[in-house]
């Protein structure tokens, strides 16, 4: 990882509110981090801790209403992409920063064949004609590794397994050589040998093509295997960043701590091997006043429920929201 | 799918032998007496053997394999004959209408046109302001534009077309004077101005029966538009940076028209059902007033033959919606 480059994507403050009957659900709370050019960012949390909804805020995805970016800046490319107008936007989306979504069985249109779907990013952003843009779309299916690309491109989704579709997805992310693949849990809808071959995929894709990636996860496992630095978010906010080895050798914050306790180990009483994290995650509903993890943190403090705490460097690239790393 | 319609048009023939079978016993059973309106001067055994000589002193296993001889075979000779001017035929007995003594396809000839005008008219018409009424109501679920269709529709739903029509009638004829009130199936179109007197009779019947289709079709197009508005591809396009109408126009209106045009195919035989009734408001000389005065005058080849006519249509409807789906959604194949 090149360190101290200047950072491809540069986020600050970015704050998603989703307007509903109940009122506003604060989703996504001063979300800050950046992406240096090749490296593999892990984003982990668990369901509704606010991952795809901060990844999806950066190009504009969400549906509005209900939902509403309010603040914050994206910086891409020297523009603030918050506030690109629409035809702005759609140029960066598939044309610079690429998108694989977690359930391949349905990201992709039923009813246009594989290839039609590969070509039209291909002729939209790079003013690609057809046999060109057929031509691209076979050495992707190839660089994927979908073997019998020329025949494979005239099926229609339902033809390939989940994997294949997968595959596809990131084919289509992948196809106008964007600076920023952005993949929001690529193998959770997949089995457990599908997810390494992905894995694996993603891994060479990365080295060869050299774009940065954003992985979204709450598997900690596939993280510690690709990873160059990891953000833990919880409640909406990123409550725990540093690289990869730091973070598992070093975990700062009692949720991280508690996070990494969950991974099953394969020795041990049974009643060890799986544990849990007590309670639920948080209601966002409201404007965060207090830490968000308190009512499931074991070191909770008086000061938790009436400040929410910033995120304290505690070492090179290593900072915690948590004030029992306050001036550590 | 060729071999699949082959199929289908197969297992069609036995299921159409059986309907004609249902209607011409149903016809049997019904109550009613072809002689009834001749005049009550006639004598009583002059009208027995009127009566014998239109065939209904037969019982039914003669006059049913009777009538589908005529249907299937005599009727085609004869419009072969017309057509190439060959001989098959050799004068064999048409299917007669008791009323006219005319043959019954003759007259359905006459007629058709004004329907098809007519209906045709207003179910192309209708599918027209549908779809785009039901895009742009799921496009834009909840705005102003969503709520006047959605009561515009559920008055096409709820009012009969024999309200409807008349309260039109009422207003453009008689309070505004603006279009008349009868249809004029003698008129020919010669010059502009009488394609626009054309147009002006047409408009009333036409609105009126489009009224209905128009909330039928908006309906169902806007509830598969909204379906698919929601689905996972739709991300996918957005995020390809494809633009709304691509996004909207293609890959949602594409998938969305899988369900809609099944439910238009399955339109058509209906709409000529509620034809009959438009017909007789507007007085348009069609097939649905053809029907009524046949019933009327217990004119049994008329009906059976009307009636048998639209069981074919509703069979060979059924069909091409389901060669349709078979198009349009891929993941469907019938072989």
């Known amino acids: 990882m090149p360190d101290g480059a200047l950072p491809v994507l540069d986020v600050r403050d970015l704050k998603t509110v989703f307007k509903t009957r109940g009122g506003e659900v604060h989703a996504v709370n001063d979300v800050s981090f950046d992406l240096r050019p090749g490296e593999l960012l892990g ?3 668990e369901s509704g801790s606010g991952k795809s909804v901060t990844m999806m805020s950066l190009l504009g995805l969400l549906p509005s209403p209900p939902a509403d970016v309010r603040g914050g800046t994206v910086t891409f490319g020297g523009k603030d992409l918050l506030q690109l107008d629409p035809e702005g936007l759609r140029a960066v989306r598939g044309g610079k920063i690429g998108f694989v979504f977690q359930d391949p069985m349905t990201s992709l249109n039923p009813v246009f064949t594989v290839g039609m779907q590969i070509a039209e990013p291909l002729r939209k952003h790079m003013g690609m004609n057809k046999k060109q843009a057929a031509a691209r779309a076979k050495e992707l299916l190839e660089l994927v590794g979908i073997p019998d690309a020329d025949q494979r491109l005239k099926d229609y989704p339902h033809q390939f397994s989940g994997g294949m579709r997968q595959r596809v997805m990131i084919a289509i992310a992948l196809a106008c050589d964007p600076q920023v693949l952005i993949a929001d849990e690529p193998t959770t809808a997949l089995d457990v040998t599908i997810q390494a071959q992905i894995l694996e995929l993603m891994k060479d894709l990365r080295d ?14 596939v993280i510690a295997g ?3 630095r990891v953000m833990v978010m919880y409640g909406g906010q990123v409550v725990e960043h540093a690289p990869v080895k730091d973070l598992f050798q070093n975990p700062g914050h009692p949720y991280t701590k508690a996070l990494l306790t969950t991974i099953p180990k394969i020795s041990g009483t049974r009643e060890k091997r799986l544990t849990i994290i007590e309670g639920q995650p948080p209601i966002l509903a409201g404007a965060p006043k207090a830490c968000p993890f308190r009512d499931r943190c074991n070191v909770a403090m008086d000061r938790c429920a009436v400040e929410n705490p910033q995120r304290y460097d505690v070492g090179a690239g290593h900072d915690v929201a948590c004030f029992h790393a306050e001036g550590v | 799918m060729l071999t699949y319609t082959i199929r289908r048009l197969l297992l069609s023939i036995p299921t159409l032998l059986f309907i004609a079978f249902v209607i011409f016993m149903l016809l049997e059973l019904a109550p009613g007496d072809p002689m009834a309106q001749m005049p009550l001067t006639i004598p009583p055994e002059v009208k027995e053997k009127m009566r014998l000589a239109l065939g209904l002193g037969e019982p039914w296993w003669v006059r049913f394999p009777l009538w589908l001889k005529q249907f299937f075979i005599v009727e085609p000779q004869y419009w072969i004959d ?10 064999a007995q048409r299917i007669i209408s008791f009323q006219s003594r005319s043959p019954v396809f003759d007259t ?3 007629r058709m046109p004004q329907t ?23 496009y834009r679920q909840y705005s102003v534009f969503d709520n006047v269709g959605t009561f515009v529709s559920m008055i096409g739903f709820s009012v009969p077309p024999f309200f409807s029509g008349v309260v039109l009638i009422v207003i453009f004829s008689v309070s505004l004077g603006w279009l008349p009130s009868i249809y004029d199936t003698t008129h020919q179109v010669m010059d502009w101005d009488s394609f626009v007197f054309q147009l002006r009779q047409m408009v009333m019947p036409v609105m009126v029966l489009a009224l209905q289709t128009t909330a039928q079709v908006s309906r169902y197009m806007r509830a598969s538009m909204l379906d698919n508005l929601g689905q996972d591809y739709v991300r996918t396009a957005r995020a390809k940076g494809m633009t ?3 996004v909207v126009m293609k890959h949602v209106l ?4 899988i369900p809609v045009v099944t439910v238009i195919a399955l339109g058509i035989p209906s709409i000529f059902g509620g034809a009959i009734i438009t017909e007789q408001i507007f007085k348009v000389n069609g097939l649905g007033q053809l029907l009524i005065i046949a019933l009327q005058g217990s004119d049994i080849p008329m009906v059976m033959t009307i009636t048998f006519l639209l069981a074919v249509l509703i069979v060979m409807m059924n069909l091409i919606a389901d060669i349709l789906y078979g198009i349009l959604d891929p993941r469907i194949r019938y072989d």
């Open chain 2, 116 to 138: 098809l005008w007519v209906v045709g008219m207003s179910y192309v018409v209708g599918v027209l302001i549908a779809l785009p009424i039901g895009i742009i109501s799921a």
């Open chain 1, 226 to 228: 690709i990873a160059d």
């Open chain 2, 82 to 91: 017309n057509t190439f001017g060959t001989n098959f035929a050799n004068d």
């Open chain 2, 254 to 257: 594409r998938n969305s028209m």
């Open chain 1, 43 to 45: 984003v982990v949390g």
């Open chain 2, 108 to 110: 359905i000839a006459e």
């Open chain 2, 244 to 246: 709304e109408s691509v």
């Open chain 1, 208 to 221: 060869k093509l050299g774009m940065a990636v954003i992985w979204i996860t709450h598997d900690l496992g």
